[in-house]
């Protein structure tokens, strides 16, 4: 077993750090403006770090604009390089996903599309949670991203979480006001640890 240096980074930075195969790295599956999905993200990256899991945040509202540009297929700008080289390096990826007319958000399956094939998912852990202002807790887009990674030959962790009416479930400091669900978070983010360390053969808990 190979032993964490216990480094830890700042959410949201993206320079690629030294240890970079260590790392959890958590994907805040939308570009919408202050929204729901970055919220649960930062309680979920609370919860790593509760674990002295060293993590860091891909917040998709950073993409820079002209990566949506068609010719980006073709050639990445290099503006993209750093969230592809943070997803080449992560020991494991945690998508927080919520739902957008019953389905992921597309700017998510387009960030997918841009990454490098087959060795950005290719036998990689993923962790999924989803959050929806309806009662399904976006179960249809955490089962299509399953359908995706599956197709990717990722590892796929099997232990959910599914937060509906987040409307409601968020306190008005953008926090959850529920402890069952901090809870249920907790033992995800635990258990995905476990999981990566036993794949990957390496310890992430400095
Ligand atoms: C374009 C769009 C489509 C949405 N479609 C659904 C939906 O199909 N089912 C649902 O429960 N909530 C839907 N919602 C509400 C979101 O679940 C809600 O905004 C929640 O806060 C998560 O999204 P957010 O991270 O953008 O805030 C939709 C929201 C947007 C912006």
Request: overall charge neutral; proline content about 8%.
């Amino acid at each position: 077993m190979l032993s964490n240096p216990g480094i830890t980074f700042r959410l949201g930075e993206l320079r690629c750090p030294p240890q970079a195969s260590f790392m959890i790295v958590l994907i805040s599956g939308t570009n919408r403006p202050d929204s729901n999905t970055r919220r649960i993200t930062g309680e979920i990256a609370a919860q790593y770090q509760a674990l002295h899991v060293p993590h860091r945040i891909l917040d998709l509202t950073e993409l820079p604009l002209e990566v949506f540009a068609p010719a980006s297929y073709a050639e990445k700008p290099a503006s993209f390089q750093p969230f592809s080289d943070a997803i080449l390096a992560a020991a494991g990826l945690h998508v927080v996903t919520p739902e957008y007319n019953g389905g992921l958000p597309g700017v998510l399956k387009y960030f997918i599309d841009l990454l490098k094939f087959p060795e950005s998912f290719e036998r990689r852990p993923v962790a999924f949670t989803g959050l929806a202002a309806g009662m399904w807790g976006a179960l249809r887009p955490v089962e299509q991203l399953q359908a995706i990674f599956g197709y990717r030959n990722a590892h796929l962790y099997p232990e959910r979480v599914f937060l509906p009416g987040i409307g409601s479930a968020l306190g008005e400091d953008g926090h959850l006001k529920d402890a069952e669900l901090i809870a249920r978070l907790h033992k995800q983010a635990a258990g995905f640890t476990a999981f990566v360390e036993t794949l990957k053969g390496v310890s992430l808990r400095a």
